[in-house]
């Protein structure tokens, strides 16, 4: 009985954002999911090991479970366990600052119990206490004026890099599934893919919800196929920093090709969209 990998984020299921009373954000429940393939595929060991500890993530491996025996740890007789760490958001993860006068409104909508624990049922979390933190500067009045004449002319505009995560039902015993309009618009430049059991997605409680399984599939004119019972899938473990821009560089994310082997809870399958990396 223990607590689902990245505690602090599998919490919530949705997060919405507004700015002026306008919604800036997607309203899904796939909020656990983006803060956790994120967190698995852009952190190495360094901060996998030190900094997102606060957030309560400690890998997990299917074969010892070392992990939630680690975070199990602090929640041991009703303890109370404090976590802290930052919203996964596109406007959050920009450097530019937002101008007085802007409303900002953040709800965040809690998960269910049986999604959020791994073990028996009957478990329940309690919110002691929630702060929110915020970093204020003090602009010089020249700027400030510069910025509300320029304001008077346009619009402010903000470079984001969008992420948008979807989930779509596959019936069970389909040999193929073909899902159209996965995008409408700005083609993007990353697609990962990752596939859970529909229950564990929407909460189960003996089952953990980042528990992907393997699956072979294509793109372009391309296949990426994988034999794991033959311990033939480098290719696939591969796409893991092709993917993620980290192949050729001294970067990782901490998943060794052992542990994409016999733990199903890194099966993600990564494309670039770019046509330089479609020819690899």
């Given at each position: 009985?223990?607590?689902?990998?990245?505690?602090?984020?599998s919490l919530f299921s949705y997060v919405d954002v507004s700015?002026?009373?306008r919604l800036v954000s997607s309203p899904n429940n796939t909020y656990p999911y983006r803060a956790y393939i994120e967190t698995l595929l852009n952190h190495g060991y360094d901060s996998k090991t030190s900094q997102l500890i606060t957030e309560m993530f400690y890998k997990d491996n299917e074969v010892s479970g070392d992990g939630l025996e680690k975070r199990s740890e602090f929640f041991k007789l009703n303890s109370v366990v404090d976590m802290i760490g930052g919203l996964h958001f596109d406007l959050f993860n920009q450097e530019k600052l937002l101008f007085n006068m802007v409303d900002i409104k953040?709800?965040?909508v809690r998960s269910k119990p049986e999604f959020c624990f791994i073990g028996e049922a009957g478990c329940k979390v309690v919110l002691d206490h929630v702060s929110l933190f915020i970093r204020k500067v003090r602009v010089s009045p020249g700027i400030t004026l510069g910025?509300?004449?320029?304001?008077?002319?346009?619009?402010?505009e903000y470079p984001i890099t969008r992420v948008s995560y979807k989930a779509y039902s596959i019936p069970q015993g389909s040999m193929s599934v073909v899902q159209d309009n996965v995008y409408v618009g700005q083609l993007p430049k990353r697609l990962v893919i990752g596939c859970v059991d529909n229950d564990a997605f929407h909460g189960y409680i003996s089952k953990n919800p980042f528990n992907f399984k393997p699956s072979i599939q294509s793109i372009s004119y391309n296949t990426l196929e994988a034999k794991f019972d033959q311990d033939n899938y480098i290719r696939a473990y591969q796409s893991l920093f092709l993917g993620t821009e980290k192949s050729g560089q001294d970067r990782g994310i901490f998943i060794s090709r052992k542990e994409f082997r016999k733990a199903t809870l890194y099966m993600h399958s990564i494309y670039h969209l770019t046509y330089a990396m479609q020819r690899i």
């Amino acid at each position: 009985m223990g607590p689902l990998n990245l505690f602090l984020h599998s919490l919530f299921s949705y997060v919405d954002v507004s700015l002026n009373d306008r919604l800036v954000s997607s309203p899904n429940n796939t909020y656990p999911y983006r803060a956790y393939i994120e967190t698995l595929l852009n952190h190495g060991y360094d901060s996998k090991t030190s900094q997102l500890i606060t957030e309560m993530f400690y890998k997990d491996n299917e074969v010892s479970g070392d992990g939630l025996e680690k975070r199990s740890e602090f929640f041991k007789l009703n303890s109370v366990v404090d976590m802290i760490g930052g919203l996964h958001f596109d406007l959050f993860n920009q450097e530019k600052l937002l101008f007085n006068m802007v409303d900002i409104k953040i709800n965040l909508v809690r998960s269910k119990p049986e999604f959020c624990f791994i073990g028996e049922a009957g478990c329940k979390v309690v919110l002691d206490h929630v702060s929110l933190f915020i970093r204020k500067v003090r602009v010089s009045p020249g700027i400030t004026l510069g910025h509300a004449k320029a304001l008077g002319k346009t619009t402010a505009e903000y470079p984001i890099t969008r992420v948008s995560y979807k989930a779509y039902s596959i019936p069970q015993g389909s040999m193929s599934v073909v899902q159209d309009n996965v995008y409408v618009g700005q083609l993007p430049k990353r697609l990962v893919i990752g596939c859970v059991d529909n229950d564990a997605f929407h909460g189960y409680i003996s089952k953990n919800p980042f528990n992907f399984k393997p699956s072979i599939q294509s793109i372009s004119y391309n296949t990426l196929e994988a034999k794991f019972d033959q311990d033939n899938y480098i290719r696939a473990y591969q796409s893991l920093f092709l993917g993620t821009e980290k192949s050729g560089q001294d970067r990782g994310i901490f998943i060794s090709r052992k542990e994409f082997r016999k733990a199903t809870l890194y099966m993600h399958s990564i494309y670039h969209l770019t046509y330089a990396m479609q020819r690899i």
